[in-house]
């Protein structure tokens, strides 16, 4: 509590205690403050020191780096931002929505859903800016990775005794948020399907976000599923649509790769 006092009896109301301490929230060695109203505006006043905030941005982006080697999202992929999604201006909109209303989509357990017809259309380069974005802003540990991908972190346990099996499996169940790219790129088994269905009922169950990319509508997804003969093939897509409702989004435009290539071969 602060002093009410005009004269403090500690610090001879100079607001510094003879006293060096630790501030982790900067990570410095600085004076201890006194309690009493001196004490007090002395130590907002350091706080907002260059000295001080420099610190804490160094912090935040040592923290930031962690989160963005945690998500193994691909080096080509790290810095994508809204603004870099050229000529996609609906896009944006619906992306910044999802990503100022965060805090609320997060308690929700709702992500978001994006394919299109295609490939090249920008979905990867989308689910990038919102995992980078979710990560600047609000410091959320992500895990980007393909679908692919994920089932071969966890068949890896199978034929390494030194990677725990059941660990990797809840490390993709429990992550605070997930984005899986190419969901249906590769033919599907029943044990794809039993693994997948695990997982996003965990997910749903305890609210947590997951993000999809794919060249199929959830309705597409579901028919490759059934011509791949799997047992029950609406039970992801059900899981799906709830997961992200409000924000299963087609992406439309050029194949940006076939335009980028054409553009390059013309200035030769």
Not at 107 to 123: A, C, F, P, V
């Amino acid at each position: 509590m602060i002093s009410k006092f005009a004269n403090c009896l500690e610090c001879g109301n100079t607001g510094l205690l003879d006293k060096k301490v630790y501030y982790p929230f900067c990570g410095l060695i600085g004076e201890e403050y006194c309690l009493c109203a001196t004490g007090d505006k002395a130590f907002r006043r350091w706080c907002g020191s260059e000295e001080v905030q420099k610190a804490i941005c160094f912090i935040r982006q040592e923290e930031v780096n962690k989160a963005l080697a945690f998500s193994e999202i691909p080096s080509h992929w790290k810095e994508k931002t809204p603004v870099s999604l050229e000529g996609q201006e609906n896009l944006i909109l619906t992306v910044n929505r999802y990503l100022d209303g965060f805090p609320k989509f997060r308690e929700q357990g709702i992500g978001m859903y994006l394919w299109s017809e295609g490939s090249g259309r920008g979905k990867t380069h989308v689910l990038s800016t919102v995992c980078n974005e979710l990560i600047q802003r609000y410091l959320v540990p992500c895990i980007f990775m393909t679908e692919e991908q994920m089932y071969f972190r966890i068949r890896e346990a199978y034929q390494n005794p030194a990677v725990s099996e059941k660990k990797q499996y809840r490390k993709f169940m429990e992550a605070k948020c997930l984005f899986l790219d190419d969901l249906g790129a590769t033919k599907i088994t029943p044990w794809k399907n039993e693994v997948l269905t695990g997982i996003l009922d965990y997910r749903l169950n305890h609210r947590l976000p997951t993000f999809f990319t794919s060249n199929f509508s959830p309705e597409g997804y579901e028919q490759n599923l059934q011509s791949s003969s799997i047992a029950r093939p609406g039970r992801i897509t059900s899981r799906i649509y709830e997961m992200c409702r409000g924000f299963i989004l087609e992406v439309k435009g050029e194949d940006f790769r076939k335009k980028l290539a054409f553009k390059l071969q013309n200035q030769i």
